[in-house]
């Protein structure tokens, strides 16, 4: 077992949830995967982190959207923590320096998207520039409510599993 594991392991309840909240929102997540401490391996808990957003109902999903900022945006939400800002900041760093035609059709498309969906566009930024997030938000516009769920529940099982690896410090 790691040391990163080792810690986590060795955390109370509380400490512990509170470290997997900047990782993923959900309470319900959080509780899960610290109750079915201790995990085996990083690569064990990485995958019962995946699973687990994929068994979240969508108003859990929602709760973890809420700790999301839109993408292009640079004002961290209230409720978010100084770990989770660092670190939406770095998923979002191919955003940062984009045209700014491109960050304002970002900015309109992100409206459009709450409009149409309810919530936030959620993906895995990290590794994307701003025009290829663009295009993918264009392209999930198209999408009905159920099939955006279901992506949406895909791009945080990402993004969750790339917090992971950063709390675990392999990022």
Not at 53 to 77: C, F, M, N, T, Y
Not at 105 to 133: C, D, K, P
Request: aromatic share 6%; glycine share 6%; hydrophobic share 45%.
């Amino acid at each position: 077992m790691s040391s990163r594991l080792e810690w986590l392991g060795s955390l109370s309840l509380e400490d512990a949830e509170s470290q997997l909240l900047t990782c993923c929102a959900s309470r319900r997540w959080a509780r899960k995967m610290v109750a079915n401490r201790p995990y085996a391996s990083e690569s064990a808990f990485i995958e019962a982190g995946a699973i687990g957003v994929a068994e979240l109902e969508w108003s859990d999903v929602e709760e973890a959207l809420s700790a999301h900022p839109r993408i292009g945006e640079r004002q961290a939400k209230a409720e978010t923590s100084a770990q989770e800002d660092k670190w939406s900041k770095q998923e979002q760093a191919g955003a940062a320096d984009a045209d700014p035609e491109v960050l304002a059709e970002l900015a309109a498309g992100n409206v459009e998207y709450e409009n149409h969906f309810g919530h936030v566009f959620l993906i895995r930024a990290s590794g994307r520039n701003a025009a290829e997030m663009l295009a993918e938000l264009r392209r999930r516009l198209r999408n009905s409510p159920a099939a955006e769920q279901a992506q949406v529940k895909i791009e945080l099982a990402d993004i969750t599993a790339l917090r992971i690896r950063k709390l675990l410090g392999h990022i």
